[in-house]
């Protein structure tokens, strides 16, 4: 069964600090990696996404780092704001899937303090 | 709102009964989602429409879950004869082709 893992499960991060939140895949063969965010009472939206044969994304203040050798990935969060303060799932799309539904990571509760 | 749009927001219904809710997606968008979303996890995939064909079904979509999309425009999700285990928030999705999907806010259900 296709899997991804998430860690950490909460993070809590100062105003202005970095949060930094880590997923790992257990089968090759994924083509997309989005991070959502979801506030309370809302839908996931989608933050940013990578390809795999790009090792690093930036917008804004989000950056996902990709190592495709280590199957994992990482979101950082630069100069976090309290309004950040949402739950993060990353999720990886499945190669030749006609489809395109994801498989999600179990999520990171962020909280930033003011 | 030109956004994805699920309705009611919130069900509480008694075990045994039946529900059934509903997806609007953004208006042109020809593909269709369902997920659900237990506490403290991700979205899992239901189900997923292309116009009006269900082309794909997850296992977790068991024979008392049934997912329509008469005219390729909303959807409805059903459940029979609920179970305790069925308590979840049901995610609809849309999206025009492409990776990104574009989530409503959820139906929050409770089985008593």
């Known amino acids: 069964q296709q899997q991804v893992k998430q860690s950490p499960q909460s993070l809590i991060v100062q105003k202005g600090g970095i949060s930094i939140i880590n997923c790992a895949y257990e089968n090759t063969a994924f083509d997309y990696f989005p991070w959502y965010q979801q506030f309370p009472g809302k839908g996931p939206a989608l933050l940013i996404a990578?390809?795999?044969?790009?090792s690093e994304k930036k917008e804004g203040r989000f950056t996902i780092s990709f190592n495709k050798s280590a199957k994992q990935f990482s979101l950082h969060i630069m100069d976090s704001q309290p309004g950040d303060s949402a739950t993060y799932f990353c999720a990886a799309h499945p190669r030749d899937n006609y489809g395109q539904n994801f498989v999600f990571g179990p999520g990171t509760r962020l909280s930033v303090l003011p | 709102d030109t956004g994805v749009s699920q309705n009611p927001r919130h069900k509480i219904t008694k075990r045994g009964q039946n529900v059934t809710f509903r997806c609007d997606p953004i208006?042109?968008?020809?593909?269709l989602y369902w997920y659900r979303q237990t506490l403290g996890q991700g979205p899992e995939f239901l189900t997923y429409?292309?116009?009006?064909?269900?082309?794909?079904k997850s296992r977790l979509l068991s024979d008392r879950f049934s997912a329509e999309r008469p005219k390729g425009s909303f959807s409805t999700l059903e459940i029979q004869r609920t179970e305790q285990g069925d308590s979840a928030m049901y995610l609809c999705a849309s999206n025009a082709g492409g990776y990104e999907q574009y989530f409503g806010p959820g139906t929050r259900l409770t089985v008593t």
């Open positions: 429409f292309q116009n009006e064909a269900q082309l794909e």
């Open positions: 208006s042109e968008h020809n593909r």
């Open positions: 990578i390809r795999p044969d790009v």
